[in-house]
């Protein structure tokens, strides 16, 4: 209320509205009225919303009692700048002198005619950086050369949100603590916030969580991530990823095969090699050192019969020994018994 009454104050001091008329706003317009009689208005939409990457238009109309008078009425679109409590204002399009932005240039354009009050602006490829709050302001020359001017009210500025289309960034698995339990992962942008959604390769809908991974800024899409637990027995197939929101959907697939059995069957392979190459080093290094042995202690170490050899050597020397021992010559013997 207090800012309509300084609207008026301030319209009556620049001539835009005459002492006895009122100024007053609707839903979307700014009004000026006289004796009941609406001497002109503006209107524009409050809230629009586009799509990042796509078109939109700024809805703003102009209507005057004296409009079929004036030699020249055009538009200027205003961008705010700034924050909300000290917002400043730089003109992006003049239908008059063409004049466009640099932010905008090739991507701004009429979609209504302002010489007839039509001052609905379209812009295309939106990006993230065009959301802000625009004012639409008509401008004209009256008959007489007077040249006069009204905006939308402050109050009844469009407010231009910019939203995102669902896109998959990322879609990935690992294992999550042994070779039998696998989690899959989904990271997505969107805005507004999208649902996130897994579905089995038999089609069943699958329990899953959902987080977000920065925080949402005015211009700048949000990131979610879901992860996906398998803890069951490994289903073969492709796993399905759906976001969707108000703005439409994307998917993804990951593959998923029961890899954890050819991973093991592999290590048994490896690791029985493994022991192979093994054994056969330890006994290359076994015989190396008994050949060693051998030949520092001469064949018959090698062989291990010399003690036998030495010990049958021995008998044979004490058997020859006894047996010469034991020989008596007969001569003397006989010779004796005759004495």
């Not at 039998?180 to 899953?208: M, V």
């Not at 050949?291 to 520092?296: A, G, L, S």
Request: hydrophobic share 35%.
């Amino acid at each position: 209320m207090i800012f309509h009454i300084f609207c008026a104050l301030m319209m009556m001091i620049l001539g835009s509205v005459p002492t006895g008329q009122r100024l007053y706003a609707t839903n979307n317009c700014t009004i000026v009225e006289k004796g009941g009689v609406i001497r002109f208005k503006v209107c524009a939409q409050q809230e629009v919303i586009g799509v990042r990457g796509e078109e939109v238009i700024l809805p703003c109309r102009f209507n005057h009692i004296k409009q079929n008078t004036f030699k020249d009425l055009y538009l200027v679109l205003y961008k705010n700048k700034g924050n909300r409590h000290n917002p400043k204002q730089n003109s992006v399009y003049n239908s008059s002198s063409n004049y466009t932005a640099d932010d905008f240039k090739g991507r701004i354009e009429p979609a209504g005619n302002p010489g007839e009050g039509d001052g609905s602006v379209r812009i295309r490829n939106l990006t993230m950086e065009d959301q802000e709050r625009y004012q639409c302001r008509f401008l004209w020359t009256e008959s007489n050369g007077k040249k006069d001017g009204c905006s939308i009210g402050e109050s009844r500025r469009t407010n231009l949100q910019v939203d995102v289309r669902p896109k998959i960034l990322n879609i990935s698995r690992a294992f999550v603590n042994s070779s039998n339990s696998w989690k899959l992962f989904c990271e997505a942008e969107a805005k507004p916030e999208p649902n996130i959604t897994w579905w089995s390769p038999q089609g069943l809908n699958l329990n899953a969580s959902q987080v977000g991974v920065d925080e949402m800024y005015q211009r700048k899409p949000q990131h979610f991530m879901s992860g996906l637990i398998i803890t069951n027995k490994l289903i073969e197939g492709k796993f399905k990823c759906l976001v969707q929101n108000m703005h439409g959907e994307d998917h993804k697939y990951v593959s998923f095969e029961q890899k954890s059995q050819k991973v093991s069957g592999r290590l048994v392979l490896w690791t029985t090699l493994l022991s192979i190459v093994l054994l056969l080093v330890l006994l290359t290094v076994g015989f190396y050192i008994f050949q060693k042995k051998c030949k520092n202690q001469g064949r018959a170490g090698c062989t291990g019969t010399s003690d036998i050899q030495e010990q049958d050597q021995s008998d044979d020397k004490t058997y020859m020994g006894l047996a010469k021992t034991s020989q008596v010559s007969e001569s003397p013997v006989y010779e004796r018994i005759g004495n």
